[in-house]
C-alpha cells in the first residue's frame, strides 16, 4: 500500500451517466476497505474551486446504486479553464488534505484533470462516465449499456405507431462524434437504415433503400440516426428530403434526447461502475496516476489519459456488415 494516500477526492463531471452513482459508492466503499478518508467534491470542478465538499463514509453512500444522474451533482466549469480557477482549486485540496483525486466523466474532464495534475502534481485517475461510449482505452464506458436499454424501449414503442399509420419514422438518439449507440440500438430494434458520423451514406442511397424497403412490400420503416451524422444538416432537413420524394410514407421525426441520459441503471452498468472505482482506489494507492481504468475482454485495464483523450473509439465494422445484411 501507498503510505502517502491517507484521503481520496471524488467528483462527477460533465455529462450525467446512469451508474455514476455506483462508481462513487465503489470509490466510497474501496476507500473505507483500505481505511482511506473519502472526500465528497459536489457540483464537479466548480465545487472543487469553490470547497463545496464533505467526508464521506462506507454508510453515505448507502442506496444510491440504483440511482440514476449523479449524486454529487455536475456543472460546467469555466473558471477551471483558467490559472487562477485552478490554483483556487488546489487550495481546496489543501484545505481537505486530498492526497489524490479520481475523475468520474469524459474525455473534456480528463482534460481538465491532466492540466490539473502537471501543474500541482496531485494524482489523478479518471473513470470513464458517458452514455455515447467514444472513449478511447475501454470497450464500455458507465452509462453506455442502461442508454441502449432505455432507446431500445422508445424505439420498439415507436415502432408500434409506425406500423399502425403506414409511417417512416425518424428517431435522432445521442452520439455527436460517435455511432456507438445508433448502431447497435439500430440492429437491437431492427431498423431499416443506421445513419452514423462514421458512415456518410449520403441521401440518395439513403432514398435507394428506402424505396426498395417500400417495394418489398414494408409499409413502415424505422431509421436510426446518431445526432452527428453527416447526412444531411439535421434529422429534419433528411426527413423533409425523404417526404418530398416518398409521398407514400407519412414521414416523422422523434428526438430522444435528454431521455437517454435518465433511468436506474442496468446491472451491467452497475457491476462495471462497480469493478471501476474498487480498481481507481486500488491504483492510486499502488502509486497510479494520471491514467484511466477501463475494461477490455472483461479485464480491468489503465490507459494513460493522454491516450484516453487523444486517441478514437472505433466502430465495430462487423456490426455494419450485419446491418447491411438485415436490412433486405
Same mark, same amino acid.
Given at each position: 500500500?501507498?503510505?502517502?494516500?491517507?484521503?481520496?477526492?471524488?467528483?462527477?463531471?460533465?455529462? &450525467?451517466?446512469?451508474?455514476?452513482? @455506483?462508481?462513487?459508492?465503489?470509490?466510497?466503499?474501496?476507500?473505507?476497505?483500505?481505511?482511506?478518508?473519502?472526500?465528497?467534491?459536489?457540483?464537479?470542478?466548480?465545487?472543487?474551486?469553490?470547497?463545496?465538499?464533505?467526508?464521506?463514509?462506507?454508510?453515505?453512500?448507502?442506496?444510491?446504486?440504483?440511482?440514476?444522474?449523479?449524486?454529487?451533482?455536475? @456543472?460546467?466549469?469555466?473558471?477551471?479553464?483558467?490559472?487562477?480557477?485552478?490554483?483556487?482549486?488546489? &487550495?481546496?485540496?489543501?484545505?481537505?488534505?486530498?492526497?489524490?483525486?479520481?475523475?468520474?466523466?469524459?474525455?473534456?474532464?480528463?482534460?481538465?484533470?491532466?492540466?490539473?495534475?502537471?501543474?500541482?502534481?496531485?494524482?489523478?485517475?479518471?473513470?470513464?462516465?458517458?452514455? &455515447?461510449n467514444d472513449i478511447f482505452g475501454t470497450t464500455h464506458t458507465i452509462g453506455y449499456d442502461t442508454a441502449l436499454n432505455t432507446v431500445i424501449e422508445a424505439i420498439d414503442k415507436i415502432r408500434d405507431t409506425a406500423i399502425s399509420h403506414n409511417r417512416l419514422?425518424?428517431?435522432e438518439v445521442m452520439g455527436r462524434d460517435a455511432g456507438h449507440i445508433a448502431l447497435n440500438t439500430g440492429i437491437g430494434a431492427g431498423a431499416e437504415e443506421i445513419l452514423i458520423p462514421e458512415e456518410d451514406m449520403g441521401l440518395d442511397r439513403l432514398l435507394d433503400s428506402l424505396k426498395r424497403s417500400e417495394k418489398s412490400g414494408k409499409s413502415s420503416s424505422i431509421v436510426v440516426v446518431a445526432e452527428g451524422d453527416k447526412t444531411g444538416k439535421n434529422v429534419f432537413e433528411i426527413a423533409e428530403y425523404i417526404e418530398k420524394n416518398l409521398p407514400h410514407y407519412e414521414v416523422r421525426v422523434s428526438v430522444l434526447g435528454h431521455m437517454q441520459r435518465g433511468g436506474s441503471p442496468s446491472c451491467f452498468d452497475r457491476v462495471l461502475a462497480s469493478r471501476m472505482g474498487v480498481h481507481a482506489v486500488e491504483s492510486m494507492i499502488n502509486g497510479k496516476s494520471n491514467v484511466m481504468v477501463g475494461l477490455d475482454n472483461s479485464e480491468m485495464i489503465l490507459t494513460p489519459l493522454s491516450k484516453a483523450i487523444k486517441g478514437k473509439s472505433k466502430i465495430n465494422k462487423d456490426l455494419i456488415r450485419v446491418s447491411d445484411i438485415l436490412t433486405v
Open positions: 500500500m501507498n503510505s502517502k494516500i491517507k484521503r481520496i477526492g471524488v467528483l462527477t463531471s460533465g455529462g &450525467d451517466a446512469p451508474g455514476m452513482n @455506483a462508481a462513487v459508492r465503489a470509490v466510497v466503499r474501496a476507500a473505507s476497505f483500505f481505511s482511506i478518508e473519502c472526500v465528497a467534491i459536489y457540483q464537479g470542478f466548480h465545487g472543487l474551486i469553490s470547497n463545496n465538499t464533505k467526508l464521506m463514509n462506507a454508510r453515505g453512500a448507502n442506496n444510491i446504486i440504483n440511482k440514476g444522474g449523479t449524486v454529487l451533482k455536475s @456543472a460546467r466549469c469555466l473558471e477551471f479553464r483558467t490559472t487562477e480557477g485552478r490554483k483556487k482549486a488546489f &487550495d481546496t485540496i489543501k484545505i481537505n488534505k486530498i492526497d489524490g483525486l479520481i475523475i468520474i466523466g469524459g474525455d473534456g474532464s480528463f482534460t481538465g484533470a491532466m492540466i490539473f495534475q502537471s501543474e500541482f502534481s496531485i494524482p489523478v485517475i479518471g473513470i470513464p462516465g458517458t452514455i &455515447d419514422f425518424f428517431v
